[in-house]
């Protein structure tokens, strides 16, 4: 099989033409939006983020949308482990259930970094369906179950910085995953949905967002975000102890924890959250 990308450690194989084809119209939708994006779809690739990463260290930064059928190392945060099924559709998929994997690498130059992958939920709940809701800071959720997941990274480049915005959704039913928490699926909403519909339903919004995003921050999402917090008045566990209960995001996209010490904006990446009974002991009632 060619490769598409010389140089790179694990550059991905190029899939057939008629996969390629499938994701026409979403080639079609980003060159409205944006004439200078590239489409790739790839066969299997490590991980997309890992991918178009590597291509922006080697200083490859033409915008690209990078979808893979399948992920051998997908990422999540802290270096957790993002699981996806062998395929984009079911019939491909060994019963894993087929999910939609893809990155998104522009140059990008927001005056401020905080709240893009809130802004970036934001959309793509917006654009795939209103029952889906947004656990602080990058989960989308159905039902207090997740459905997808999303992973920002940003490179250094000469003057500016490279955004690598990567999606991870699971799109049909998934069998025994081995989580410690059930997963959802797309397809519970949007029976039959494949992965160049979802993707087609998300590309347009998603590239405007993000352009919004660079000019303008966090602070036209928020309205959006909070329609959607999941988290929105749950007693939560931060990772270092903290108690306190979730009180929505602040302009730049930070949580708002209400604590026995007051009102405390969390923004640090370390925090995990853990919806789960505290301590009412201490923290006022508003
Ligand atoms: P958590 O959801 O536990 O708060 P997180 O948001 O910090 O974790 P992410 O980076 O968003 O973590 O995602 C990684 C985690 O998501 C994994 O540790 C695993 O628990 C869970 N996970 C991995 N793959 C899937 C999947 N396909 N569907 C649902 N959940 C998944």
């Not at 997908?74 to 894993?96: C, F, M, P, V, Y």
């Not at 270092?240 to 640090?268: F, H, K, M, P, Y």
């Amino acid at each position: 099989m060619s490769r598409h990308h010389a140089g790179a450690q694990a550059a991905p194989a190029l899939t057939d033409p008629r996969m390629a084809a499938d994701f026409q119209p979403v080639a079609q939708a980003l060159a409205q939006h944006w004439p200078d994006v590239k489409l790739e779809v790839c066969d299997s690739v490590d991980s997309t983020n890992s991918e178009l990463m590597r291509r922006a260290r080697a200083g490859q930064v033409q915008p690209t949308l990078l979808v893979a059928r399948q992920q051998t190392a997908g990422r999540g945060r802290l270096g957790r482990q993002w699981l996806s099924g062998s395929g984009l559709t079911d019939d491909d998929a060994d019963g894993e259930g087929a999910s939609l994997t893809f990155s998104l690498g522009l140059p990008l130059a927001p005056a401020s970094w905080s709240g893009l992958s809130l802004a970036v939920g934001v959309s793509i709940a917006a654009s795939l369906h209103p029952e889906l809701r947004l656990k602080w800071p990058n989960d989308l959720w159905l039902h207090e179950r997740k459905l997808g997941g999303i992973l920002i990274e940003t490179a250094a480049l000469d003057g500016g910085r490279q955004a690598i915005v990567g999606v991870g959704i699971n799109l049909g039913a998934r069998g025994d995953t081995g989580l410690a928490r059930a997963p959802a699926w797309l397809e519970e909403l949007l029976p039959g949905i494949d992965a160049p519909q979802a993707l087609l339903r998300m590309t347009g919004p998603l590239v405007l967002a993000i352009r919004d995003f660079e000019l303008r921050g966090f602070a036209p999402f928020r309205p959006g975000f909070s329609q959607r917090d999941a988290l929105m008045g749950a007693p939560l566990t931060l990772s270092d102890g903290t108690c306190g209960i979730a009180q929505g995001v602040n302009t730049e996209g930070a949580l708002l924890l209400r604590t026995a010490d007051g009102l405390q904006a969390i923004t640090s990446s370390e925090v995990s959250l853990r919806p789960g009974p505290v301590p009412q002991a201490g923290i006022p009632a508003s």
